[in-house]
């Protein structure tokens, strides 16, 4: 064995042992503190050795080498010292900003976190949450919630279905166990058929049957001022959404797709500050217009639009047939999986909701395409000022990292990158680098996104808006813009 491949082995096995010392930190953290750690931007609970030493590879996306996990580490030990209230704190962030400034660690990290250290234990709000419709997103949104039960300050409380079979329940429970698309469920799942129950880690969810959304009664299961998920998209204006707030127990309701005449469509990251206390209904808007959005708002503001297109290839969905069939959409009833299928959009009309500026500037289109998740936007756009790839690119991924958009546009530059390999991603929208075209002032943007899980994480931040919950998260975007 040469002397290099010792080396190697031994980095490995000093990288090991750091994961195995870090990941009862971070579930200390969350569990004891509600503090979720991140790694620019990708959640490091519940990872395995091998997937908190993978996250650390990952960060040469933005430091342009591998993170040294030994650091993290250090970093970690110092935050459990700290007594740290609710908070949701980017490490590899605040390791950045820590080597640029000289000091003792931990008088930098209590500097940085000032308005948490030491609040742990203060009372944080709860909301109950129900999932009215267990589809593709209700049973990813169940997993979310579940995953940060206790400590977001949303707590699933039930779903509503109507009932399909004596043996209903426990076909929803299978559901959610096991997915082919986003895997198994990470926990333990028990069906109490008598009781019309779901034990899912801990958090017990009230399975109710109903045919109406104005015919149930939360406060007979012990539910109060509920946020009603309506994952159904039956109703999508505020007189049928409304008849959510008919039912006592029930106080405001989201809609998981673009909601029609005066319903607010919110991007979260764009126009959230639209939410207002008094607002009851609102629209997550779609998936697509979820990943565009904030990536179109990023140019605008940088470059300016002057028009473009918006070309979606989006992966099927449960509205198509599985093989050919009557459809009442054009098109529509060809079988998904053999076909490409041209289709219409309102993605980029539906930008102009949340982002006023660009209204009338954009055209779109959609072709489905066979395969079950991850689709990608082609913006081809008007530039009002002339730019380079390099200068483009070179902006976005500064924006993925360090601006208040960091949540919902992710940036990767990777030639082997294909679909698949963003199934799971938590951001809106990620931008493939290698991909841009820039002609002076036209540019051809490609961005991807896992349009279920996605776009989940995006409905459940508007969830927690609607609720009034406000998580901090360090570092402070205005100290990454100006530090």
């Known amino acids: 064995m040469t002397d290099a491949t010792t080396a190697r082995l031994d980095e490995w096995a000093k990288k090991q042992t750091a994961a195995e010392d870090l990941i009862p930190l971070v579930g200390r953290l969350y569990r004891e503190n509600d503090v979720l750690l991140t790694l620019f931007g990708r959640s490091l609970l519940n990872k395995s050795v091998t997937g908190m030493i993978k996250a650390h590879r990952y960060a040469r996306h933005f430091l342009g080498a591998e993170l040294d996990i030994e ?15 609710a908070a949701r704190i980017d490490v590899g962030r605040l390791l950045e900003r820590a080597e640029s400034r000289s000091g003792d660690l931990a008088e930098f990290l209590r500097s940085e976190l000032a308005p948490v250290v030491g609040a742990a234990g203060e009372d944080q709000p709860v909301r109950d949450v129900v999932l009215y419709g267990f589809g593709r997103i ?3 949104l169940a997993r979310i919630l579940l995953d940060r039960a206790g ?27 096991r997915d082919s698309v986003h895997g198994k469920f990470d926990g333990s799942i028990v069906v109490d ?41 039956k109703w999508r204006d505020e007189e049928g959404l409304s008849k959510h707030l008919a039912c006592p127990g029930a106080s405001k309701v989201i809609l998981t797709a673009p909601g029609k005449g005066d319903v607010k469509n919110i991007v979260f990251g764009v126009n959230d500050s639209d939410i207002l206390d008094s607002d009851t209904v609102v629209s997550a808007a779609s998936c697509t217009t979820n990943a565009i959005t904030p990536v179109l708002k990023a140019l605008n503001d940088r470059f300016g639009v002057r028009n473009g297109h918006v070309e979606t290839v989006h992966s099927f969905t449960n509205d198509q047939n599985l ?49 079950p998740n991850v689709s990608m936007a082609i913006l081809n756009l008007n530039l009002e000022t002339a730019t380079s790839v390099g200068e ?25 990158l294909v679909s698949s390999d963003l199934v799971g991603s938590k951001r809106a929208g990620v931008v493939d680098g290698l991909a841009t075209i820039v002609d002076e002032d036209r540019a051809v943007v490609y961005v991807w996104y896992d349009n279920e899980f996605g776009y989940s994480c995006q409905v459940v931040r508007c969830v927690a808006a609607m609720a009034g919950i406000d998580t901090p998260a360090f570092p402070r975007a205005e100290a990454l813009v100006n530090g």
């Not at 919902?408 to 030639?415: E, H, L, N, T």
């Open 193 to 233: 058929e008598d009781a019309n129950t779901i034990l899912a880690n801990g958090t017990l969810i009230q399975v109710i049957y109903s045919d109406d959304p104005s015919q149930v009664d939360y406060t007979a299961y012990g539910i109060d001022d509920a946020i009603i998920v309506d994952n159904t998209g």
């Open 392 to 416: 483009l690119n070179e902006f976005l991924r500064q924006t993925s990292m360090d601006s208040p958009l960091r949540n919902q546009v992710d940036y990767v530059a990777s030639p082997e």
């Open 323 to 371: 093989i050919d069939n009557f459809h009442k959409g054009s098109r529509r009833g060809r079988a998904a999986g053999l076909n490409m299928v041209l289709t219409e959009t309102g993605a980029a009309k539906a930008v102009a909701k949340a982002l006023p500026e660009l209204k009338g500037k954009l055209s779109g289109n959609a072709i489905r395409v066979p395969t």
């Open 138 to 140: 209700g049973r990813l």
């Open 151 to 177: 400590g977001s300050g949303m707590r699933l409380r039930a779903i509503v279905v109507r009932r399909g079979g004596p043996d209903d329940i426990v076909k929803r429970a299978s559901l959610l166990r």
């Open 71 to 85: 650091k993290t580490l250090d970093l970690v030990r110092v935050l459990a010292e700290l007594d740290l209230g």
